[in-house]
Structure formats: structure tokens, C-alpha cells
């Protein structure tokens, strides 16, 4: 266990707390041109005297600074980071290579396309492969990150809807859904309706028969669906939604649990979004922005965002696309992103591609038999690439699942993703990727027997924890209820 | 766990209360403590509309964020605006001081299909064992 009292760790102060009047971390020859004056420039209202309270601190304060600050920050490059849902991946070493090679790394979006073949090359051959794991006619590399993606794919139906002559006004969503799949169809103007999943964690067919009419655009489907259960009756849903002129959005963000082993296009789906930050190992949030290629049926290819890379005569060119729905992104989109995605779907290959989600479903599939005694599992498995346990036998002993989760860090993990999704009461969501060893995977399940233990015999440990970061258990309420947003001198 | 004899209950959690031709509605005990600590709670104008079954207005918590869903149809009259100042009122006092707003109903007879507090128990009992 590791309560070494010497782990605990100083708060570092803020910049603006550190430093001393005239201070300086540069220095800079003389001027050799006559100062302007701002103000005369821009105006008096544009301009500012001084700034109180910045900072005035030397290259070593800063340094120490944020390498402090980095050394109590938790990465996947430190250990395991289960959360479900987000698929914390490795993000390999190889890809970092790829992309920093000058020839892509220097390379600028308005060269002419003439010195920018290998780029389009790589975007091209990238697309074929989404395609190719998907079973979908062309995919767009543009949109940002997955939640534009998805407002990607909603536009095209919108587009596709309106060309049949009516855009239709609601579209179908489970209770499972991730918060962004509501949110992309409000942007788009349409009515969200939420199906309920049954007791098994699944939408069933007579559920979706019972809200499709001629009115719904579209159903959004995740699969396998939050609670890493993959929705088997996905051929049926999607007969009854085209039965009376629906589409059918594939969520991919868990598409790391089938690529390689079932393509989504060959069971009815239209549009689908690929989440390149989870499946295709490219780093999320602070690592690097997402990439959320959106892939559509050959119905829909008329409507993808303009512009798109083709090959003609031996040549890569990128083409507009007079009836799309418009560009959603600058240029390419995050082509950094790209790369890797490249990367690492040439390292592994295809069968490689395949063995990944067979291992995310197969670490999964170990950690629930793991633990599936000593916490409440809603739903007994197999699951796919993430399970979900909750706190129902922890609640006796007053332990509920934040308790858990803070107490997980102090056995160096990071926490699972909890409460959620919505439809299991105080669900905690672990999500191990197929990245993790056999070793790692007991000794994370050895940690959650321990915590378990501990509940019953020593509840205080898991209410109070964590003891071994720099700060002790936050408050969350008061920093919702009275955030202080701006820092202020004292 | 409370759940007073003389309110009417949906299953999304919410209560009714009518008096005087007006029905006041909040979120329940089971609700308050599942979302846990409430953090923010928005809610519709006066003279504003609500549809029986349609949202009126969200709570989020540390945890999640809720729709909240009309019992009655009918006219906003009373919002209960100290909340949106001190939403922990919905945490203390679900049934009293954590009241959401005051409907004029355009049919009180919406209400007959609502849960009375025995059969609202034996319902939180029964999602409670999923």
C-alpha cells in the first residue's frame, strides 16, 4: 500500500505568487529603434499604463515551475487510467516519430498541392483505411475532435432529408447515449426522443418500433453501447428505421472494441464518427486535440464536408464537393492527428488492428470475473471493452463510489470514470484498453479487492481518502457552488 | 427515506403538491440524494407553459445534470428563485424550502395518474434492486 508519507507532495504556488519586483528571466540588447507610442497608435482606450500583479520571475522559477507541476501530473505514460468510456490508451512513441518528421511537420496548409503529395498521400490512404474498417464508401478527415464529428454526421442527414423533401423533425437516442449525441441534434435543430433500454442494458427492437415514425431523421446508436454491451440487435433496429425512411448514426467512440472484427456499414449504419484519440491511439485533451472523422454510406458521399483529397492520373489533388454541406474545420483538420492514426494502423496491421480489440474485450472480460464478487456487477458479462460495477454492496458500510474512486489513487491509479452512465445508479466505469499487461491488470484488481476489504472493515480509510496526493479530498460542491474563476493579488 | 402521505409522485422523481386550485412541485428524497450535493437548478420564468412529461427546467449535482419533468400541465405562477442561490435548500428541505415552482394546471385531473406515496415507495424500492 502505498501511504509513504514522503509521497505527499508541497502545492506549488502560481507564477503571479512567486518572484521578486524586477525580475527578470530575459535579457535583451538596447533598442535600436526609437520606442512607439502605443497609445498615439491604438488609442488611449486600447492601451494600459502597466499590469498589476504580473509576474516578475527568472527562466529557473519557471522551469522548476512546470516541471514540479508535471511531475505530480498522471498520464498514461505513468500508469494505469481506466476510464470508461474515454479509452486512455497508449499513445505508441512511433506515432510522436511520424509526426514530427520536418517533412510533415513543416509542411504548411496553403503550399501548393504539388510539394504536398506525401501529406495527401497519408490523408488519402488514412481514409482508405477508416473505410476499409468500417465497411463505410468515403470518409471526411475534417471535423475536430468526436462530438463535431457527430455534428457532422447530423448535418448530412439533415442534408439528405431535406433533399427527399422533408428534414423531419426528431431523432431517436437510447437512455445509454453519451451527453454529446442530445447535444449534436439540438445544434441541429432537431427534437431529441430517448428510448428506454431494457434490463439487460439493451435497446430492444419493439422499443425503437414504438417511437419510428415519418417524422424521425435519424436514430444515434453507440455500439457497444455505454455499458460496454454491444447492442445485438442492431440489423433489426436499423431495418425498422429505414422501413420508414430513417438513418442510422453510428456513435464510434467504442469502436475500439469490433475494428478489425465487424464493420458497422455492413449492418445498416449510414453515418458513423470515428474517434481517432481513443481507437486510433492519438493522444486526447491536454496531449493533443482529437480527430473525429465522420464516414458515411455512398448515399450520403455527395453531402461530406468540402473540401476532400482524391487521386487522379497518379496525382493527389483536393477537390470541393458543389452540394456538401459546407467546411467544417480549416483546412484538413488536425492532420497531426492524422498521422499517428497512420502510424499506428500500419504498425499493427490489419489483423493487428483486430487483436487490439480483442484484447480491450478480453482485459475487460478479466477484471469483471476479477472483482465481480466483492462489487455489485449490473450486468453479469461477458461485456465488451469495458464493464461496469457499482457500489450497492460498499453502501453498507456508508462507502459509495467517489469514496472508492479517491481511494484508488492512493494506490497510484487513476480513477475509473463514475456515475456513469445515468442509467446505473452509482456506476463506476473501468475501461483498461488493451494496453495493459496481465501484471497490471491483477495488481489493479489486487487494489480493488484491497479497497472492497477495507470498506467493510475500515470504512473512515475509503470516506477520507486520498491521503497520498498533494492535496487531500477536494470540495466539489463548494468549488461548483462559488467557483473562484480569477486570480487576485491578496 | 420520506415520502409524505399527502403528495403525488411521477417516476422521474418529481413531486406534486395541490392546494387552493395550484399545484407545487419539487423533486423527491430519493431524487435529492441520488443526485447527490446540487450545485445548480434552472428553472422556467413565470407566466411561462409546461406539458405534462415535458422538461421544465435541469438540476445538476456534483454528479450529474437531470432534467426536471412537469407532473401537471398548465402556467408557471411562483418559481422559486432562492435557488438558484442556494440550490442546497433542494438537499435539506426537498418537500419544503427546496420547492421548484407553483403551477396553475390546466387540468387537475392530470394528477389522478400519479403515484400515491405507498405505491412511489414500493417503486424506489424496485429501481433501487435494478
Known amino acids: ?490 | 427515506m420520506e415520502f409524505p402521505e399527502d403528495l403525488k409522485y411521477t417516476k422521474q422523481h418529481e413531486w406534486a403538491r395541490p392546494a387552493d386550485g395550484r399545484v407545487t412541485v419539487g423533486i423527491t428524497d430519493y431524487a435529492q440524494d441520488s443526485l447527490g450535493e446540487l450545485v445548480y437548478v434552472e428553472l422556467p420564468e413565470v407566466g411561462s407553459e409546461v406539458s405534462k412529461e415535458d422538461t421544465f427546467g435541469v438540476v445538476e449535482s456534483v454528479k450529474a445534470v437531470s432534467d426536471l419533468f412537469a407532473p401537471v400541465s398548465g402556467s408557471v405562477v411562483e418559481v422559486n428563485t432562492a435557488l438558484v442561490e442556494s440550490p442546497e435548500m433542494l438537499n435539506s428541505d426537498p418537500y419544503g424550502d427546496g420547492w421548484l415552482i407553483v403551477v396553475d394546471p390546466s387540468d387537475v385531473a392530470e394528477l389522478d395518474d400519479m403515484m400515491d406515496a405507498k405505491e412511489y415507495a414500493d417503486f424506489v424500492e424496485a429501481e433501487k434492486k435494478g
Open chain 1, 1 to 490: 500500500m502505498n501511504r509513504d508519507p514522503r509521497a505527499k507532495q508541497t502545492l506549488e504556488p502560481l507564477l503571479f505568487e512567486k518572484g521578486s519586483p524586477g525580475r527578470r528571466g530575459y535579457s535583451l540588447p538596447p533598442a535600436d529603434v526609437p520606442a512607439a507610442d502605443a497609445a498615439a497608435l491604438y488609442g488611449k482606450e486600447s492601451t494600459r499604463e502597466a499590469v498589476e500583479g504580473f509576474p516578475e520571475i527568472s527562466e529557473i522559477d519557471v522551469v522548476r515551475h512546470y516541471t514540479r507541476l508535471s511531475r505530480q501530473n498522471y498520464g498514461v505514460d505513468v500508469g494505469m487510467y481506466p476510464l470508461g468510456s474515454c479509452t486512455m490508451k497508449y499513445n505508441p512513441k512511433l506515432n510522436e516519430w511520424a509526426a514530427r518528421l520536418p517533412e510533415f511537420a513543416r509542411s504548411h496548409p496553403l503550399q501548393p498541392v504539388e510539394i504536398s503529395q506525401g501529406l495527401l498521400e497519408l490523408m488519402y490512404r488514412l481514409e482508405q483505411i477508416l473505410c476499409e474498417v468500417s465497411g463505410m464508401a468515403r470518409v471526411t478527415l475534417q471535423p475536430a475532435a468526436g462530438a463535431q464529428g457527430e455534428l457532422t454526421g447530423m448535418l448530412m442527414v439533415r442534408a439528405y432529408q431535406k433533399a427527399k423533401g422533408n428534414p423531419r423533425k426528431k431523432v431517436l437516442i437510447p437512455d445509454t447515449a453519451h451527453g454529446t449525441n442530445p447535444a449534436s441534434c439540438t445544434l441541429c435543430d432537431y427534437e431529441v426522443v430517448s428510448m428506454k433500454t431494457g434490463p439487460t442494458g439493451l435497446l430492444e427492437p419493439r422499443e425503437v418500433a414504438a417511437h419510428m415514425d415519418e417524422e424521425v431523421a435519424a436514430l444515434m446508436l453507440t455500439n457497444p453501447n455505454t455499458c460496454g454491451l454491444f447492442e445485438k440487435h442492431i440489423v433489426e433496429i436499423a431495418e425498422i428505421v429505414h422501413a420508414k425512411g430513417g438513418l442510422v448514426y453510428f456513435d464510434g467512440a467504442n469502436l475500439n472494441a469490433l475494428m478489425g472484427v465487424a464493420k458497422p456499414g455492413h449492418r445498416g449504419v449510414d453515418v458513423m464518427h470515428f474517434n481517432l484519440h481513443k481507437t486510433f491511439s492519438t493522444p486526447h485533451g491536454g496531449g493533443g486535440p482529437g480527430s473525429g472523422p465522420v464516414g458515411v454510406a455512398e448515399p450520403l458521399v455527395r453531402y461530406l464536408p468540402t473540401p476532400i483529397v482524391n487521386h487522379r492520373e497518379g496525382a493527389y489533388v483536393i477537390e470541393e464537393l458543389p452540394e456538401s454541406i459546407g467546411k467544417v474545420k480549416s483546412f484538413n483538420g488536425h492532420v497531426g492527428m492524422h498521422i499517428r492514426a497512420y502510424a499506428f494502423a500500419l504498425a499493427l496491421g490489419g489483423e493487428g488492428l483486430a487483436d487490439s480489440s480483442r484484447h480491450a474485450v478480453l482485459n475487460a472480460n478479466y477484471l469483471l470475473a476479477k472483482l465481480r464478487d466483492v462489487y455489485h456487477a449490473p450486468y453479469p458479462g461477458p461485456v465488451m471493452h469495458e464493464c461496469i460495477l457499482t457500489d450497492r454492496k460498499q453502501n453498507a458500510h456508508g462507502v459509495k463510489t467517489l469514496d472508492i474512486a479517491k481511494r484508488l489513487m492512493d494506490y497510484g491509479y487513476h480513477p475509473p470514470t463514475i456515475y456513469f452512465p445515468l442509467v446505473v445508479p452509482g456506476a463506476l466505469m473501468i475501461e483498461p484498453t488493451e494496453s495493459e499487461s496481465l501484471e497490471t491488470l491483477d495488481a489493479f484488481a489486487d487494489s480493488m479487492r484491497a479497497i472492497a476489504a477495507e470498506a467493510a472493515d475500515w470504512p473512515e480509510l475509503v470516506t477520507g481518502a486520498p491521503f497520498t496526493t498533494p492535496v487531500a479530498r477536494l470540495d466539489e460542491v463548494t468549488a461548483a457552488r462559488k467557483p473562484i474563476l480569477r486570480w487576485l493579488p491578496e
